[in-house]
């Protein structure tokens, strides 16, 4: 793997697991964790880290549980959002901090939400990137309190999420070719260049290391199977957000955005009007420039506990 100006790897031991971690920045700087989603890594963040340490931000960028080289339990409920988000606040603590502002994609926003929810007194501040709140996608998917168009909508968007909650297929679909073709369908839902040919070699071997496609696919089964139990008690995000959304999303409607600002008491929406599900990868100048200026006003230079 290409080396990344400024960034050390090494690992983390979080909420009974080990995590590699990605760091940078000055450690007393003010915390920031990114988070990536499926089927990346730390990588996914590699335009992010640098210009957040410059800015003067200590950050953490994990592969999550199951993903490249950290940790993979073997139980599906161990993919559950509340043991994830457990693993955030774990990070935050052996960073040696109160608290962090998180950023997240794709699961990774899903984790940042959910993080913010259930520990609202551990995050200063939360940046989602093209992923709703959870339990406005579990209203959507599994229960009538949506319209009809949105909820049949934003299931044939999610017809993989019910495929990989069968058994093997979806591990031996992720590994086809090597890994190609899932690399070729990331490509394809994005615009022209948001993944370069050379980073293939970066996500086949972390695909290829042993359990991280059961693992991978695992976040799925899990969401599905705890999200059928009753709704949190309080949903809703009372720290500072901010949601970043590619409108021409082939995987998650636009629809969904409205309902998830009515579930945060201060939150901002970034549109990029051109930009896909890989918003971070298409447009890296200006979500970074617009993740700045929401980190310095809203979480405030000193944030980081």
């Known amino acids: 793997m290409v080396g990344v100006r400024g ?40 335009r992010y880290i640098p210009a957040l340490a410059e800015a003067g931000f200590r950050v953490l960028a994990p592969d999550q549980r199951g993903y490249n080289l950290s940790d993979k339990p073997a139980r599906v409920e161990d993919y559950a959002l509340d043991t994830l988000a457990q693993d955030v606040v774990g990070l935050i603590e052996a960073a040696g901090r109160k608290t962090a502002c998180v950023v997240g994609h794709d699961w990774g926003a899903a984790v940042a939400w959910w993080t913010a929810m259930r520990h609202p007194d551990r995050v200063s501040a939360v940046s989602a990137l093209n992923v709703p709140h959870p339990e406005v996608l579990r209203r959507v998917l599994l229960t009538r309190s949506e319209g009809v168009g949105t909820r049949l909508e934003q299931a044939r968007r999610s017809w993989y999420m019910f495929f990989f909650q069968l058994p093997v297929l979806p591990e031996r679909a992720l ?9 070729s369908r990331m490509a394809a839902i994005g615009r022209p260049g948001a ?59 636009p629809a969904l955005v ?30 970074q420039a617009v993740l700045l200026e929401f980190l310095r006003s809203r979480a405030g230079q000193g944030a980081g506990g």
């Open 7 to 46: 960034v050390q790897l090494g690992y983390m031991s979080t909420n009974g697991v080990t995590l590699h971690v990605a760091t940078a920045g000055p450690e007393d700087g003010p915390l920031v964790v990114l988070l990536h989603g499926f089927p990346e890594l730390w990588w996914a963040w590699r």
């Open 175 to 183: 590994l086809r070719q090597g890994g190609r073709a899932l690399f």
């Open 195 to 253: 993944f370069d040919e050379a980073d293939l070699p970066v996500y086949q071997a972390a695909w290829s290391q042993p359990g991280a496609a059961r693992a991978m696919v695992d976040w799925y089964r899990a969401v599905l199977r705890t999200s059928l139990g009753p709704p949190p008690e309080d949903p809703r995000v009372h720290v500072p957000a901010q949601i970043i959304w590619g409108r021409q999303d082939a995987l998650l409607s």
């Open 258 to 287: 409205p309902a998830t600002e009515a579930l945060c008491d201060d939150v901002r929406v970034e549109w990029f009007d051109e930009a896909t599900h890989w918003v971070q990868h298409e447009e890296p100048e200006r979500v």
